[in-house]
Nanobody
Framework: QVQLVESGGGSVQAGGSLRLSCAVSGYTNRRYCMGWFRQAPGKEREGVATIYTLTRLTNYPDSVKGRFTISQDSAKNTLYLQMNSLKPEDTAMYYC??????????????????????WGQGTQVTVSS
């Protein structure tokens, strides 16, 4: 059974930083996409970062590019999201997600939530001005 468990959320002031973690268990394939998504009240879920585990190729929207960094520690089966220069509009519930396997070495993991089958329970990030 695949399980994803997020941690690291909290409340920070604008300009601050947080690092989210996502512990993955029960998924044995080594070539898959992982991503971080967020959903604010009344808004659709959006992808903020994805990574392909084979090549470490990442994908970010312009809204977070240069501020957020996704990374993976394969030995610990853990996904991270380093968030710097946080803004009030970054306030949301943050989820990690996984899907695979994917064998294409050129794969750029999409940020569309519908592409992902396995989800964590979420961790809240609140940024005050």
């Amino acid at each position: 059974q695949v399980q994803l468990v997020e941690s690291g959320g909290g409340s920070v002031q604008a300009g601050g930083s947080l690092r989210l973690s996502c512990a993955v268990s029960g998924y044995t394939n080594r070539r898959y996409c992982m991503g971080w998504f967020r959903q604010a009240p009344g808004k659709e879920r959006e992808g903020v970062a994805t990574i392909y585990t084979l090549t470490r190729l990442t994908n970010y929207p312009d809204s977070v590019k240069g501020r957020f960094t996704i990374s993976q520690d394969s030995a610990k089966n853990t996904l991270y999201l380093q968030m710097n220069s946080l803004k009030p509009e970054d306030t949301a519930m943050y989820y990690c997600a996984l899907n695979g396997p994917y064998e294409d070495p050129q794969r750029l993991c999409r940020r569309d939530p519908i592409q992902y089958n396995y989800w964590g329970q979420g961790t809240q990030v609140t940024v005050s001005s």
